[in-house]
DNA sequence: TCCTTCATGAAAATGATTTCCATTATTAAT
DNA sequence: ATTAATAATGGAAATCATTTTCATGAAGGA
């Protein structure tokens, strides 16, 4: 079900307008796609959940589209290390990127480390006060990943 | 000063040979270049300094070279998210890929940080135990890297 | 030496993402 | 509503790091 505010307006129209972007049929598809996605999908994969419905809009647009979105803080992008981009609503990570992935490097499966996440965050903060204090570096962002075997592929290596 | 053992033979070559690979001026030429760079070469750098000297040694061969290195551990390779690979010495992380990189957006200096890292290990042991408990999840690697502005460059933003 | 295997370089292929450019849709001004 | 200015679009072509292909040149063993 598509989220709408109490003006009949879907939640990331007020944002977008904002930001002097048009709202456009195919800008609405795309996000949909990402809203109601299970997660982390790829230019692609959301391509090919926009073209059944709508088989005219290109696969530029929806690049286009995902980096305006990730500009004005819609949608994160993540990098797995195996070549595409993916790309997760921001709502869903509960707007914070101190949200961990663990990527099966067997099955690709991507679990997100939402739960407890708390006491990550905490000695996550903890590290890069030592490191901001120690090398007089202002860090802006991370990039935290965890490779390896998921439960159903333990055993294959 | 260039790693040797007692035997005279370069300080790699044994683990070279003993995994079933020739040693071939090429391979020398591009080891001798990770050895003594500073750190954090591309495939196209280490083709940059290895030309003037062996105009014949083409990028294909680097690359080749690079993934055995990776592959018997010599060398570990890391994402800078810039869209091209960096090599680095196993030696001179001290052997552990826990060694973590500071990025600055703003001039691209990659900054090590190794000293004092125990606690760093510590905390991101923790977090490992801590995820592999929860998700039945086995961590073989991961991927840390923090971005933000570095000394010469904040208030540049 | 003869032979099998490995190594190499040049050129072509790859594949995700960008850029170009001509066309269309949307908004703003009249 | 017409018109003018601006933004959005799609398809084709360009990018660019990395891989693949393929024909040729070493190196080592029997
Ligand atoms: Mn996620
Ligand atoms: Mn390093
Ligand atoms: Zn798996
Ligand atoms: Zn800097």
Request: aromatic share 20%.
């Given at each position: 079900m598509p989220r709408r505010n109490g003006m009949g307006a879907a939640w990331w129209q007020g944002k977008f307008k904002g930001c002097g972007y048009r709202i456009t049929l195919s800008r609405e598809a795309i996000i949909d796609v990402l809203t109601k996605a299970n997660k982390h999908l790829s230019a692609e994969d959301i391509y090919m959940r926009v073209?059944?419905?709508?088989?005219?809009?290109g696969l530029t647009t929806i690049y286009r589209t995902l980096d305006i979105l990730v500009n004005i803080g819609i949608i994160f992008k993540f990098d797995f290390g195996d070549g595409r981009a993916r790309y997760e609503l921001v709502e869903n990570t509960k707007g914070l990127n101190y949200h961990l992935h663990l990527i099966c490097v067997n099955c690709n499966r991507i679990i997100d480390y939402?739960?407890?996440i708390d006491d990550v965050i905490e000695l996550i903060d903890q590290i890069e006060k030592g490191l901001s204090l120690k090398y007089n570096f202002k860090i802006t962002n991370h990039t935290i990943q965890f490779y390896g075997f998921c439960k159903e592929c333990a055993g294959k290596e």
């Open positions: 073209h059944p419905k709508y088989p005219n809009i939402t739960d407890y």
